[in-house]
């Protein structure tokens, strides 16, 4: 199901009666769009957060937009500098290629953004040549820190600006076999 | 009981304005940018209120139906 649906449908019945008529709906439309995870820690947590809360942040991605480029910028001027922005995951939704992005945080930044501890979660696994039917948003979550686990044992940038409290917690989102190396 | 003059605008994101045309545009425009990398012009904030509107007012839809 569409994490930004559900919510939808889950608040309709919470609407203000001061306004009868029903509110028109707005969302991003483009082909492709980009799913932002804005991650923290706390303490010995990894938290999620955004914006308008730990619900995926979807963004517009225009035809001559560089998709890094855009989560970059936007996660500057609205949140605060990352200290990392990583693609990890691409499928498609929405009527739209999405492709997923972990951005690292430092947690001066959260404010009064409203966060959730992440919890770990099952991959959707796809078949040899087919993608999994239904992907839910913590599989994303878990793809995307599988992968910064992967990254900070193999990319020295990640390695290096990503800060040591990160590694232990991490390590733990690596496969058994790979656990020993690095 | 129906206000003509107030609308209201809710991004799938969570994010709601209530307002006069002017500003639920305005405020919707600005949102989408800052938010959501969206250049959405006023035509299109003001073709997705007033479809809303007539497609949820009772009276079109029992003359409709």
């Not at chain 1, 306004?19 to 799913?35: K, L």
């Not at chain 1, 972990?102 to 099952?122: N, T």
């Not at chain 1, 999994?132 to 686990?149: N, T």
């Not at chain 2, 009981?1 to 107030?6: A, E, H, Q, Y």
Request: glycine content about 8%; aromatic content about 6%.
């Amino acid at each position: 199901m569409n994490p930004s649906l559900g919510y939808l449908r889950g608040r309709l019945g919470d609407y203000d009666d001061r306004v009868s008529r029903a509110p028109a709906g707005w969302d991003v439309d483009s082909p492709v769009q980009a799913e932002v995870f804005v991650v923290w820690l706390d303490g010995d947590r990894l938290q999620l957060t955004g914006p308008d809360g730990p619900q995926p942040w979807i963004l517009q991605l225009g035809a001559t937009e560089h998709p890094v480029e855009v989560v970059d910028r936007i996660v500057r001027e609205v949140v605060g500098p990352p200290i990392l922005v990583h693609s990890t995951s691409w499928r498609r939704d929405r009527d739209a290629v999405i492709l997923s992005f972990v951005v690292v945080i430092d947690g001066g930044l959260v404010g009064a953004m409203a966060s959730v501890p992440i919890e770990r979660a099952e991959l959707a696994r796809s078949e040899a040549t087919v993608a999994p039917r239904d992907i839910a948003v913590s599989a994303v979550v878990e793809h995307g820190l599988r992968h910064l686990a992967w990254l900070v044992q193999d990319d020295p940038v990640v390695a290096a600006d990503l800060p040591a409290p990160w590694r232990p917690l991490l390590a733990a989102y690596l496969p058994e076999p790979f656990r020993s190396l690095g | 009981m129906d206000d003509p003059t107030t609308f209201t605008n809710r991004c799938a994101c969570g994010w709601e304005i209530t307002g006069s045309e002017d500003e639920v545009v305005d405020a919707t425009i600005d949102h989408g940018r800052r938010i959501h990398n969206m250049e959405a012009t006023r035509g299109q904030v003001l073709a997705a209120l007033h479809d809303r509107a007539v497609r949820s007012d009772p009276v079109s839809e029992a003359a409709a139906g």
